[in-house]
């Protein structure tokens, strides 16, 4: 393992960051989906220009891209790093009040001025290997965006020291962040022809030494309810109640298997994430997931079915069952080329951590990125709880990230 001796950024550049509001916005017709995420995108436009890294801009869209030059005589592929600046709209995230907690000694952690709201070790294991660290959480009153501010935190900190320490042999370095991750469309207009990275890595994972080359693969569900209304005192026999159809429908979903609540590792589910229902008409919103294409498909399928059954005992009721697919398991366009995944292996034991290999049960912008022809596994950030008034970083496995991107860079050239 080299010494890097690295004067850190990362920390005073993520408790910049996540007090600017950049939450997407799941309704919106828009791109991105809030223009505020440009505000963040604007700041990390100036402070890479002001790092010497001078083509830095975003486009109309929001993405930021930057590149850092080549200082090798070799011919190395080029590299990008991404992370996204939305932040999740599943918990507040306006006027976020980041909360340092120094030198943890382990036990529960009280985040609110009233003592009520609590990230208690038992429910956050990882909290057991913080022992010394520094920890940053919310205030409890809003999410902390560690997804993914402490993922451009760290990229930018790596490339603030390739760029002051020129004894870093690395070859041409892509910077990519993007917008509306959380609400599934971080690479909708992403140009790959103008990006020109070989490969790339997502910085948006969770725990210390963790790459994933593995995602579910996911399809969003809209069902339309069109039920027979009426005068309530002239409903005998004729009324057919779209919202009764629609809780039908959910109730029929099996109680202890295939949802978010009752699965863990390679199990998939079907989730039901929104219900707006009338007399008349319902509109119900689920997500599909899992690691099986096939699997997947099987459980469309099984949503399909309760849907047909239940509705076909109301003759005056019709539904509509719309399938869009979100993104699909990277981990077959990863294993052609598996020294993506080998590197970032290596980077993370030069780091002093021993790699750990996982599946994402959700997905990244690496997923469709992969698919778009740039393979992108995900590397970790150190952040936890994500989408959630409890959310936590280390700051010291934030480090780790950084000397992990800055060996990845290492190795890439010195393997070339």
Excluded at 87 to 114: E, R
């Amino acid at each position: 393992m080299k010494d890097l001796n690295i004067e850190f950024t990362c920390v005073n550049r993520f408790l910049k960051y996540v007090k600017i509001d950049t939450q997407s916005a799941h309704e919106s017709k828009t791109f991105p989906s809030t223009e505020k995420q440009k505000d963040l995108g604007a700041i990390l436009v100036n402070e890479l220009k002001e790092m010497g890294i001078k083509d830095a801009e975003m486009d109309e869209y929001g993405y930021v891209y930057a590149t850092i030059s080549s200082n090798s005589n070799k011919a190395v592929p080029v590299i990008c790093f991404c992370s996204h600046m939305d932040t999740s709209p599943d918990a507040p995230g306006a006027g976020v009040n980041p909360v340092m907690h120094k030198n943890y000694q382990g036990g529960d952690i009280t985040i609110s001025s009233d003592g009520k709201i609590i990230i208690r070790e038992s429910d956050h294991p990882n909290l057991k290997l913080q022992k010394g660290n520094d920890i940053i959480t919310t205030d409890g009153t809003t999410l902390l965006g560690a997804d993914d501010k402490a993922g451009i935190a760290e990229i930018m900190d790596a490339a603030n020291y390739i760029m002051t320490h020129p004894e870093v042999k690395h070859g041409k370095i892509k910077i990519l962040f993007t917008p509306d991750e959380e609400v599934g469309h971080g690479v909708d207009k992403v140009d790959l022809k103008k990006l020109g990275a070989d490969f790339g890595y997502t910085i948006d994972g969770s725990d210390r030494g963790g790459i994933q080359n593995e995602t579910f693969s996911a399809d969003s569900v809209q069902i339309r309810i069109k039920g027979f209304g009426i005068h309530p005192g002239f409903a005998k026999d004729k009324l057919e109640n779209a919202i009764k159809i629609a809780s039908e429908i959910i109730s029929k979903l099996p109680k202890d298997t295939m949802s978010p609540e009752t699965t863990e590792k390679k199990e998939g589910f079907v989730h039901p994430v929104k219900l707006t229902a009338e007399v008349d008409a319902a509109l119900m919103k689920f997500i599909v997931r899992d690691f099986d294409n096939d699997e997947l498909k099987n459980k469309v399928e099984f949503l399909r079915k309760i849907t047909e059954e239940v509705v076909s005992k109301y003759p005056r009721a019709s539904y509509e069952f719309n399938v869009e697919e979100s993104y699909r398991n990277y981990k077959s366009v990863l294993d052609k080329n598996p020294e993506i995944t080998e590197y970032a292996m290596e980077a993370i034991r030069r780091a002093g951590m021993e790699p750990a290999l996982e599946s994402i049960r959700g997905g990244t912008d690496g997923s469709r990125l992969s698919f778009m022809g740039l393979p992108c596994p995900n590397i970790f950030t150190g952040g936890h709880a994500f989408h959630s008034n409890l959310e936590w970083i280390s700051v010291q496995d934030m480090y780790k990230a950084v000397e992990t991107i800055i060996h990845l860079c290492m190795i890439w050239e010195e393997k070339s």
